[in-house]
């Protein structure tokens, strides 16, 4: 009998202009948090993806208790005890809890002895059993819509578990979740290690992964580097070992100089009653002004309350001393503020359209000849550009941004906001979801924006990254600017006491 539940040897997987995978490898044991780290773009998803049976190995073999198997599609990889819960959640909104768990699998009885139809009372009775074995409070017959992104999340995860699985993948679980939502993960983890689970524990969160995890094995560029226990292991040489040089310095320099105030909110307030309110600030030339809050401040809120996308109710938005009228995105945008929204998923990246397409959507009309035929090769060339600019890797211009790692996709948005030459730049939480490398890239971007006189409005909930690209930071409690701090006085301790300063 083998020692590992799982093995993967010499996996090697290729796309058009990409090799994904060089000769990769993974060992699970069970009852054992295996972490798997590296950069975005390093493997780790299409080697998840290669054992799930979403894509084909071009090369290599997978063993199950020592001996090969081949899974073809997820649904064998399900009927072989591998579940996984991926980065980006795709449930079905419309339908209950209890029938997104159990898609495809619906327990059967038969009406008048011999008409198969779906058993809705068991249904709802195992999803209840479930929820209570992995202590979520939710109601089996609540439709997933009305549940925020973290709690989608966890119900993905009870959904793994409803399978009794052998071998769970957990891509990114934590991107979304409260630190309260993280603390019940880490538990349901714990219970399925002593069910003798084993667990592949994809994260860029270092305190996590040295926290949760037993093993951990780095990949880069595709590349297996190699697999040490965790206790053996710290940040800076997980650091050292997935970008394969030393990062002395996690933020950038900067050479920026706020100039005079050119962007303020008077009295800005939601139509929700429950959302922002009597919020004012405001940002100078030049500024990187950071906001910071916990879970709930409603700084998203108040950021696409500015944009466009909520309603409000009351308040002034003045640029260069002049009030704008912002009623819908396309407002801001033609006045000179441009957005990086939180989720690159739902509201940032179109899927299927390719690397050109995504950068030059939103200014299409600066390359069209006659006023209505696109200049396929001015596009290119501002393509072109960014690629170059902002270090992207892709393939081709034509190449869809779906298959670009997520630090990747992150750069082509940005790029897609700075066609439009904006005066303001509103970024919400950039580097979430992107590894250490990248995030350096997009810090090193933020700084060179800021030094050409951009002002920039920076939401992140990473307190190092609020403390290390800030000038100024704003911190909101329950919807309120509760305080101002300058960047270089600000520590944790203050604005903690900001951001738990409820009324």
């Known amino acids: 009998m083998s020692e590992y539940l799982l093995e993967m040897k010499d996996v090697s997987k290729a796309f058009p202009g990409v090799q ?226 030393e990062l002395t310095n996690l933020f950038p320099k900067r050479e920026n100089i706020p100039g005079e105030v050119v962007f303020e909110v008077e009295d800005f307030t939601s139509i929700n ?56 995105p396309k407002d801001a945008i033609d006045q000179g503020v441009a957005m990086l929204t939180e989720s690159r998923r739902a509201s940032g990246i179109m899927g299927v359209l390719s690397v050109a397409d995504n950068i030059s959507i939103s200014s299409l009309k600066k390359y069209l000849d006659y006023g209505f035929a696109i200049n396929n090769g001015k596009v290119e060339s501002l393509v072109q550009d960014n690629v170059q600019k902002m270090n992207i890797k892709t393939p081709s211009s034509k190449t869809l941004i779906q298959s670009l790692s997520g630090g990747n996709q992150q750069k082509v948005v940005i790029g897609r906001w700075l066609a439009n030459n904006p005066d303001v730049l509103i970024l919400d939480e950039p580097t979430r979801g992107i590894d250490v490398g990248a995030k350096y890239e997009i810090y090193c971007i933020i700084a060179e924006l800021a030094k050409q006189g951009k002002s920039i409005l920076m939401i992140t909930s990473e307190m190092a990254e609020l403390l290390g690209m800030s000038d100024r930071i704003m911190v909101m409690c329950d919807g309120k600017c509760t305080g101002f701090l300058d960047g270089k006085e600000a520590n944790q301790e203050k604005v903690m006491n900001l951001a738990t300063k409820f009324d």
Not at 223 to 230: C, F, H, K, R, S
Not at 274 to 291: A, P
């Open 273 to 328: 009653p429950k959302s922002f309110r009597n919020v004012s600030f405001n940002i100078r030339r030049g500024e990187i002004l950071g906001v910071g809050g916990l879970v709930g401040a409603q700084r998203t809120e108040l950021m696409e309350g500015i944009f466009g996308i909520r309603s409000h109710i009351s308040g002034t938005v003045k640029l260069n001393g002049k009030e704008m009228r912002i009623t819908r």
């Open 20 to 245: 994904a995978l060089n000769h990769a490898q993974l060992k699970l044991k069970a009852g054992r948090v295996h972490a798997l780290m590296g950069e975005n773009g390093a493997g780790k998803s299409t080697l998840m993806k290669c054992m799930f049976g979403i894509y084909k190995m071009d090369q290599g073999q997978i063993y199950m208790d020592g001996k090969p198997v081949t899974i073809s599609d997820p649904i064998d990889a399900l009927s072989k005890g591998i579940a996984m819960v991926h980065q980006e959640l795709q449930p079905i909104p419309a339908r209950p809890i209890g029938e997104n768990i159990y898609l495809g699998r619906y327990p059967i009885k038969k009406l008048f002895g011999f008409i198969p139809i779906v058993d809705h009372d068991k249904l709802y009775k195992d999803t209840e059993e479930l929820l209570k074995k992995v202590k979520l409070p939710f109601d089996p017959r609540q439709h997933v819509g009305t549940l925020s992104t973290s709690q989608m999340q966890l119900v993905e995860i009870a959904k793994a578990v409803s399978i009794n699985c052998r071998i769970l993948i957990l891509d990114e679980p934590t991107s979304s979740l409260t630190q309260r939502e993280v603390e019940s993960l880490f538990s349901i983890i714990e219970d399925l290690k002593k069910d003798g689970v084993a667990i592949v524990y994809i994260s860029h969160k270092m305190d996590e992964i040295l926290r949760i995890s037993n093993e951990v094995t780095i990949m880069r560029d595709g590349n297996y580097i190699g697999t040490w226990e965790a206790s053996e292991l710290t940040t800076n040489t997980i650091i050292t070992k997935m970008v394969g040089r």
